[in-house]
């Protein structure tokens, strides 16, 4: 009867401390589960506050693409011709030919034509530094009076007019602006220049001409862009000369 006893009273705390054990263990996954679900939860915050971050950047930096999705405040405008976004002061807005006359291939020719027609007179400027081919009622004049001027010159703006009797008006004017100092003009790069007149590409392939960028201004008028790494040229065709002046652009070259 007392070995039963001392038994008995033996097997109690065994028994108190396996349960003892297992509430621990019961306990332990508890506190690991909740100390999960809580982590769990931190990241997924913190991953969709991160998500909405990125989107809020992205639609601020986005908030002034126009309809091509090119961001106008970064510098980005739509070249027509490259089907892309680009700044034109890195890469310009033309299908280049890279045969130049210079060993500087920044002054290569980016002209698709190759010489000018024969019966036709060539222009040189020797201030800005390029050349244009004139057919034969063509002629450079003095915007005052009309007057034939000869054909080489270094005004930095010179306009040049079918001065037959029958179409006066028919005219193009190529300006000159430079990029470097001394400025010839308030602007200094053809994407302020295009801010400044609404500048808006189109893309009739009747008035396109390879090398130079086409659009209009605010005022509608028909003007083609094009750059070196001296100067930017716009040149602005008369209304009723619209149709005409693409030949003679197409022989447009720079000479430095």
Known sequence: MKNVLI????????LGLVILLAVAIIAAGAIY?????ESTNTNSSVSVNTNNSNQN??????????????IGSAGYSWCEIKSKCLRT???ACA???TNSNTNDNTNANTNAYDTTPTDWKTYTNTKIGYTIGLPEKWNPVAGYDGRILPLQGDDDAPTFQDTSETTRGVSLTIQACSLIQPYLCAIHSITAWKSQVHFVQITDPELLVPGFEVGRDRDGTLTYLRENS???VYAYASKVAENDVQTIL???????
């Open 7 to 14: 038994n008995k009273r033996g097997f109690v705390p065994l």
């Open 33 to 37: 589960y909740v100390a999960k679900s």
């Open 57 to 70: 950047a992205d639609q601020n930096l986005g908030g002034d693409r126009d309809e091509h999705g090119c």
């Open 89 to 91: 002061w890195e890469e």
């Open 95 to 97: 299908v280049v030919n």
């Open 230 to 232: 001296k100067y930017f």
């Open 250 to 256: 197409s022989t447009f070259q720079f000479t430095e």
